[in-house]
């Protein structure tokens, strides 16, 4: 019997894709599930499926703030630095795209969990090469390497196939988790339960 | 020391505040909390707030289909029955109003969840005085006299001073939760947290 899978898709200019990202890993491996990081972006959503040129919370007012306060409660029960960055969202194409590169080459939780940090921990600009770099290595990149493979057309051709992807798999948000029978969670808040629905989806099948 | 109150914001075409009401006294009764049932209308704040005409989930048909989904498994999980009201959302004003008279006399709880399993347990059209009747009677209320009462101009007053109320302290959902010292909790997954902030605020005042 294989491992049961669970796709985790996030977008690194998500909020709540933080701190989804820094425990998906731990809460998959005590239910013996396997994540598969499945980075994609937002915007195309946004602006196809609710016309939107600019993230939720900055277009509502109130839910932008509530969601300021609620992803700071979040993190502190996580025991999760938090640092509103200063720009939001951050462009995220870049790092998007070095994830795809990291997903061949068996980095890309690691390098995945860094640039969250970067951008919601220590308020970095994670579309800046010169950010990147030292996150790259200290995920066990070769970051000159990354970068070029990350502006080649494959890489690019593979990160639109996501957004395609993700739209025709009903996902509107992130972070997204979608079992292998199909069934999908979003938000945060329903890791746990993604990940128990692949375990136990697993075990039917088995 | 009195109990520690938590106010219940809660909007009876809203699909999550059913969970959210079917429980919350008992959750904030195991921690000692008082609630405070606090009937609003969302549509002035969908309207004001995001210029919106029709429930998000009609909106934008991605969040509606997986909302169905998601309120399918949340209900299961509660224990609780969910048909799919066929249509939605259901204009909520004259259950509304009545709770507000329910306030008064001591039934709005009971007779906010008669509410919601009309609602979404047996597809019955809440805006119709012949369903609320029953409903009514069952929570303990003399019928004939919370109509004429809802249909006053104070309670209409009432109604209109909470949906005030809830754009001036940061709403725009449905439901929330507000503690004593102003922390708003949004959405039945935080239902637990709001108990358990309005509980341990209690302690640190005493």
Redesign the interface.
């Known amino acids: 019997m294989t491992a049961p899978t669970l796709e985790f898709w996030y977008e690194f200019a998500s909020t709540y894709s933080y701190p989804a990202a820094m425990r998906v890993e731990d809460v998959a491996r005590d239910l013996g599930v396997r994540v598969e990081w499945r980075p994609f972006l937002l915007g195309p959503l946004f602006l196809e ?2 016309g939107l040129h600019d993230s939720p919370f900055n ?5 932008g ?2 969601m300021w ?2 992803l700071q ?1 979040v993190c502190e029960e996580q025991g999760l630095p938090l640092e509103k960055p200063s720009q939001f969202p951050r462009n995220s194409l870049l790092p998007a795209r070095l994830a795809l590169v990291g997903a061949e080459q068996g980095w890309i939780a690691a390098f995945s969990r860094a640039v969250y940090e970067a951008e919601f921990a220590h308020d970095q600009d994670i579309s800046d090469p010169a950010v990147l770099r030292p996150l790259l290595a200290r995920a066990g990149a070769d970051p000159e390497a990354a970068l070029e493979a990350a502006g080649s057309e494959p890489v690019k051709a593979r990160l639109k196939a996501h957004v395609e992807d993700a739209k025709a798999r ?3 948000g992130a972070p997204s988790f979608l079992t292998s029978d199909g069934e ?3 938000g945060n ?2 890791l746990e ?1 993604a990940v128990q629905w692949a375990a136990r989806s697993a075990l039917t099948d088995a």
């Open positions: 499926q609710q277009v509502v007012k109130e839910k703030d509530y306060r609620d409660r009903g996902l509107f999908l969670f979003w808040d329903r339960q």
